[in-house]
């Protein structure tokens, strides 16, 4: 039986205020890395669900989505000694919006050590520590003016009453 390809559904915030944009500093098996708000699709929501979500439990902060920026395919791939390697293809859907309040009392997600805003430069200048080549695609294309309509992903309902 031959095993059926698929990728890891991700979902991302693409956020700039002011000339500047909102990353996490994460901890991963490769050390802290650099990674726009996001994380993975979880079963019953939608792509624009999981986004909200993720940037609240990353960032403690409230976020709507305006545009689909985009949809993006990477392949990571991993080799820790003594360990089988891994080669991960990501299926990448970034949104943008705006940034709202700060839920008091929310902590940030686990792995996540805090949030800094960092320049288009700056985010250029520290391409060996982002968690994926994604992370510079996706601001520049942000800066390009990319956007598109929201309604562009459509989840069925059917989606949502497989909650498990």
């Not at 800066?143 to 497989?162: E, F, N, Q």
Request: some cysteine; proline content about 7%.
């Amino acid at each position: 039986m031959s095993n059926r390809w698929s990728p890891s559904v991700t979902v991302a915030a693409i956020i700039e205020r002011a000339g500047r944009f909102l990353l996490v500093e994460e901890e991963t098996p490769e050390g802290l890395r650099l990674n726009n708000p996001a994380g993975h699709l979880e079963p019953g929501e939608s792509p624009l669900q999981g986004c909200v979500r993720e940037a609240l439990e990353e960032t403690a902060h409230r976020f709507t989505p305006t545009h689909l920026l985009g949809v993006y395919l990477s392949r990571f791939q991993r080799q820790r000694p003594g360990e089988p390697s891994q080669d991960i293809t990501y299926l990448r859907f970034a949104f943008t919006g705006e940034l709202g309040e700060r839920v008091a009392g929310r902590v940030l997600d686990a792995g996540i050590l805090r949030t800094v805003w960092l320049t288009p430069d700056d985010i250029r200048a520290s391409q060996e520590r982002h968690r994926s080549p994604l992370v510079l695609r996706c601001m520049e294309d942000h800066l390009r003016g990319l956007r598109h309509p929201l309604d562009l992903v459509y989840t069925d309902a059917s989606v949502h009453s497989s909650r498990r």
